[in-house]
């Protein structure tokens, strides 16, 4: 224990030390999403945190959701294993903002702008997120309904896809294998030729993990295709399938077997995007897409013996399809004014199939299917009132066919005091809508149920310095929820009401600072309290990283420690906390041409049997090791 508290006084020094920022935004501005401009990405009522491909990739991990863990303040994913999340009860895999749970539905994940979650149950699936085929990550730490809708109450992760802006054509081939029989392979090529490009990609990995009968295999692939009419016009396509294999071997005390997994997640779009920018003109840019992610899961419940297996298999197929439409117009100087429309059309469905046969079974309360709609319309006015004043605002009037219509609104005042200093308050609402499950299956099931709402007050504070070398910022927040969905009894009986609140403060730091052309030094620290303790959340949670490039920028080198206090693995009159402290490292070698040999390991220093789900115990120190070429 004195070791811990050690670790954690060391992490904040040198936090305080090295000064710290908001998020890794440079100065300069850039496009964040696929929903905002480059301009409005510093006005955003949320705190922002982007991640670049250059840090999702130096360690060479296949999934980006580790690499989200160690460098955004806020947010923490819970494993299981060396690989793998899985979709339910000790699948872990539910991404956490601040408390606020993708698992829940509270948070929402995107591909390229456009949401990505299962039409029953609302949430996203973590092991569908690889990093080769990934730009950079935008995260938006706090309430974007405003913008995004139900399920982004907590925040949004945006995923953009890879994209390259000069002619090329070049393809790249990593393997890896290590520990548990762990082996991961991808490859991706990309084309851009004149008006066209495009982006085509393969994965598949596997592991045994470090349990019996926890098994993972995993294999997909994407296509992206992109031209460009004019200099006014251009147009993408893209599509992704993921499939994926899991066990699930329980909790140490209560071991299951033949608890397997089949999933299938796939997604697609199609996207037209216009530019004018005239300048001293009303300028205007705008893009319309069409969208559509769909599942289909296969899970067999297992047993808690051999001897007496079960004797059907859970099935649910979902979709979520729908449109998105804004246009952006600059009226005058300093305005941006954004017009948007939204729709989706949400379908799920789940029952129950014999083993034996594969006949479907009787309907009974955890069977069903349904059919919902959403539409949308909103605004957002920015305007740069003076040099020192800028002020953002949002409304949106969301309509669902069940929940009825929800008024959302955010916004935001930056104030610059200085050249390299920024002030932002803002204040935003967010939502989310029941899922199918909450709604209508299962025996708590209810038909009646509302939306959930959350207001959330935040004070920022970013500066730069050293040219930009250097950057630092802290920000504060509280948010207050009501309306939230929990099981309770009523007359006896097991009902989903509307009757939970959260309540949560806290601070985040990040820190960034690149030494010289060889050395930069990167960390962020989160503190959250809740009035109302949320499983697997953490109440602290920080990390420092050190990253060493040189030899011609052919050797690269990172290593990172992770310090987790206070994570929540039981709540309730038995509550459970855990504390933990991880080192990680990663280096890779460019021995001839676009040949590199990399070595990644975690868990090298640190605790041995923590938990981030209580009864799954995570692995001791783990290897991997392989080749990436380019060519």
């Not at 730091?509 to 989160?526: G, M, P």
């Amino acid at each position: 224990m004195r070791a811990k508290g050690l670790m954690a006084l060391l992490m904040l020094s040198i936090s305080i030390s090295a000064h710290e920022v908001q998020d890794t935004v440079q100065m300069t501005e850039v496009v964040i999403d696929q929903r905002h401009s480059a301009a409005e990405m510093r006005n955003l009522p949320q705190s922002v945190s982007n991640v670049w491909r250059e840090q999702l990739t130096e360690a060479y991990r296949p999934s980006v959701m580790p690499t989200l863990t160690e460098l955004v303040p806020g947010l923490f994913i819970p494993g299981r294993g060396m690989m793998g999340y899985g979709v339910n009860s000790g699948g872990a895999g539910g991404i956490l903002m601040r408390g606020l749970s993708s698992g829940s539905a509270q948070l929402l994940v995107c591909i390229d702008g456009e949401p990505q979650y299962s039409g029953i149950y609302g949430h996203s699936v973590a092991d569908f997120y690889q990093t080769h085929a990934v730009e950079r990550v935008a995260v938006l730490r706090g309430p974007a309904s405003a913008r995004y809708g139900s399920n982004a109450m907590g925040g949004v992760l945006d995923l953009t896809t890879r994209q390259v802006g000069r002619d090329l054509v070049a393809t790249n081939v990593t393997l890896g294998a290590g520990s548990y029989a762990t082996v991961q392979a991808e490859a991706t090529n990309q084309v851009h030729k004149g008006a066209f490009s495009s982006l085509v990609t393969a994965q598949y990995n596997r592991s045994d993990n470090h349990r019996p009968n926890m098994g993972f295999q995993q294999a997909g692939g994407m296509a992206k295709l992109g031209y460009r009419f004019s200099r006014h016009w251009n147009a993408s396509a893209l599509a992704d399938i993921n499939h994926f294999y899991t066990e699930l071997p329980g909790t140490t005390a209560k071991p299951m077997f033949d608890n397997e997994q089949w999933i299938l997640r796939g997604s697609a779009n199609m996207s037209l995007r216009n530019m004018y920018l005239r300048p001293d003109r009303i300028s205007t840019q705008g893009a319309l897409s069409i969208y559509t992610n769909f599942g289909r899961h296969k899970i067999d419940d297992g047993t808690a013996s051999p001897a007496t297996p079960s004797t059907s298999y859970f099935r649910s197929s979902d979709n979520v399809a729908g449109f998105s439409a804004s246009q952006r117009v600059d009226f005058f100087k300093g305005n941006r004014t954004t017009f948007g429309l939204d729709y989706q059309h949400i379908y799920g469905r789940a029952y129950y199939t014999d083993k034996v046969t594969g006949n479907e079974l009787p309907p009974s309360l955890a069977s069903g299917k349904s059919h919902r709609n959403e539409v949308a319309g909103y605004v957002d006015f920015y305007q740069k009132a003076t040099s020192w004043l800028t002020l953002d605002a949002t409304l949106r009037v969301d309509y669902h066919s069940v929940a009825g219509t929800e008024l959302v609104s955010q916004g935001a005042l930056l104030f610059r005091p200085m050249k390299d200093g920024e002030l932002k308050a803002a204040v935003s609402k967010g939502f989310r809508n029941p899922t199918m499950r909450e709604l209508y299956l299962y025996k708590p099931a209810n038909g009646d149920l509302g939306p959930e709402r959350l207001m959330n007050y935040e004070l920022s504070w970013k500066h730069w310095l050293l040219g930009g070398a250097l950057s630092y910022g802290v920000n504060v927040f509280y948010m207050k929820g009501t309306d939230i969905i929990q099981t309770v009894t009523v007359n006896g009986a097991m009902l989903n009401s509307n009757v939970g609140e959260v309540e949560n403060c806290g601070a985040e730091l990040v820190a960034d600072y690149r030494v010289n052309d060889n050395w930069s030094v990167t960390t962020n620290h989160s503190y959250l309290h809740m009035e109302n303790p949320i499983l697997t959340a953490p109440t602290y949670k920080g990390y420092v990283g050190f990253g060493y490039s040189g030899f011609d920028d052919r050797f690269h080198c990172r290593a990172g420690l992770q310090y987790v206090a206070g994570l929540y693995t039981q709540v309730g009159a038995q509550e459970q906390k855990e504390n933990y402290c991880l080192f990680s490292a990663s280096v890779s070698h460019r021995v001839w041409k676009g040949l590199t040999l990399w070595l990644r390991g975690e868990t090298l220093i640190g605790e041995r049997d923590y938990e981030t789900i209580l009864g799954y115990p995570m692995p001791h120190a783990t290897l991997m090791a392989g080749l990436s070429w380019d060519f």
